[in-house]
């Protein structure tokens, strides 16, 4: 058991370099995309590229990586997801519950007179009437 | 609520995967498509040069071969679902359907 624990959590830690690496790849082609449009095939572009390489791929890696990573994922829509997710699903309830209104949408429930539905003097929805004190 | 939700992320997100192994078939097609979708994105960046080959071939050996199933739902969970919202059909659907909090 332990060593299937073991080759799991090694297994995660190669998928995880090798995302890195993948990751580094695609910076890397969108540093020279970038350095190449702005500059054509020049030697400045190289230089560009050798810049930009060395500071985003090597000396501040996990801030750009995280940057890129999160960048890319919100450019894809994960903003969207996580509304939906916390606000959207916690509005829940739209079907009638079927304790509450019965088959055919007419409240069955015990009455209370006053909260709501029209009980003397009440009005729908607001609670029961005031009444004077004493 | 919230359980249900990412359970349902979950099973979505790990259908591709599971289809891959069962169905061989479905496996071989999904990773033809990630190889075009590859190269054609290295193309783009890099243009039609023998560096453009050379990371080619390096991302598909990550993506397409090794690291397979975990790409194939990544790449069905990312590129066409969230590009299509899917997920917010999907909650919305679960959310409405769900009954009324007392």
């Known amino acids: 058991m332990l060593e299937l624990h073991a080759v799991a959590f090694l297994q995660l830690f190669e998928f995880l370099s090798d995302f890195e690496l993948v990751m580094k790849i695609i910076v890397l082609m969108a540093i020279l995309n ?62 009638p519950d079927e304790e509450m209104h019965g088959p055919h949408g007419k409240k069955h429930g015990p009455h209370v007179p006053g909260f709501g539905g029209g009980g003397a003097g009440g009005v729908p929805g607001m609670g029961p009437p005031m009444r004077p004190p004493g | 609520m919230v359980v249900i939700l990412l359970l349902v992320v979950l099973i979505v997100a790990l259908a591709p995967a599971v289809i891959m192994v069962l169905f061989e078939p479905a496996g071989i097609l999904i990773r033809i498509i990630m190889a075009f979708l590859v190269f054609s994105t290295v193309r783009q960046y890099l243009g039609n040069s023998g560096l453009a080959l050379i990371v080619s071939a390096i991302l598909i050996y990550f993506i397409v071969i090794k690291w397979a199933p975990v790409a194939a739902s990544i790449y069905v969970v990312v590129f066409l679902l969230m590009a299509v919202n899917f997920f917010s059909v999907l909650f919305w659907g679960i959310a409405t359907n769900m009954p009324k909090k007392h």
Request: net charge positive; hydrophobic share 60%; glycine share 12%.
């Open chain 1, 34 to 95: 970038f350095a190449r449009n702005h500059l054509g095939n020049s030697p400045t572009s190289l230089l560009v590229v050798a810049i930009f390489s060395y500071f985003v791929l090597f000396m501040f890696w996990p801030f750009f990586g995280t940057m890129w990573l999160l960048y890319s994922l919100l450019a894809m829509g994960l903003g969207g997801v996580l509304v939906d997710f916390f606000f959207v699903s916690q509005m829940a309830g739209g079907r």
